[in-house]
T-cell receptor, first 112, second 113 residues
């Protein structure tokens, strides 16, 4: 158990609907990362926060995606107007410093 | 162009049969190379971080090594519970995702009893 928790673990939604995922990092980890992983691929970096500041966003993060970390603790990732191509595992990781990242169990999104 | 390439894509071994997994990278300004293990339906589990050529780290039946262009994950006398996908990732000082990790596609390892 890495200590990073994600909710929900599974989400099935219809195309066009909005979804929101939550990540609770290991306490006192000031860095938080979001990744997306599709079948047979390694995770792909989406964005990261240091405390409440969003410092980096991948070009994979389209305008339909938004992430927040309002008080520097938990984070949310929202996808608006979901598309079938958004179906993936969404992973959250946290890190105390610029080193190893500890991953949560992921949220499996299926867009029908 | 892939920045992190792992080989083989899949590997099937008999219990006790030692082998090595390869991770080659083309990024410059390497800040760290990471190995993770991932079981089906779960998030990656951290194994090792390597920072400079010549560095080695060990954990149980696993040993990771690093050169200037590649890393190896050696598995000695594996057991069925070592079956998983092993992911390699790099963190580098230029390019997108400066603090995010760039992963390879992984090696799917199966250890048969």
């Amino acid at each position: 158990d890495t200590g990073v928790s994600q909710d929900p673990r599974h989400k099935i939604t219809k195309r066009g609907q909005n979804v929101t995922f939550r990540c609770d990092p290991i306490s006192e980890h000031n860095r938080l990362y979001w990744y997306r992983q599709t079948l047979g691929q390694g995770p792909e970096f989406l964005t990261y926060f240091q405390n409440e500041a969003q410092l980096e966003k991948s070009r994979l993060l389209s305008d339909r995606f938004s992430a927040e970390r309002p008080k520097g603790s938990f984070s949310t990732l929202e996808i608006q107007r979901t598309e079938q191509g958004d179906s993936a595992m969404y992973l959250c990781a946290s890190s105390p410093v610029k080193d190893e990242q500890y991953f949560g169990p992921g949220t499996r999104l299926t867009v029908t | 162009e892939d920045q992190v390439t792992q080989s083989p894509e899949a590997l099937r071994l008999q219990e006790g049969e030692s082998s090595s997994l390869n991770c080659s990278y083309t990024v410059s300004g390497l800040r760290g190379l990471f190995w993770y293990r991932q079981d089906p339906g779960k998030g990656p589990e951290f194994l090792f971080t390597l920072y400079s050529a010549g560095e080695e780290k060990e954990k149980e039946r696993l040993k990771a090594t690093l050169t200037k262009k590649e890393s190896f994950l050696h598995i000695t006398a594996p057991k069925p519970e070592d079956s998983a996908t092993y992911l390699c990732a790099v963190q580098y000082s230029t390019g997108g995702g400066a603090d995010g990790l760039t992963f390879g596609k992984g090696t799917h390892l199966i250890i048969q009893p």
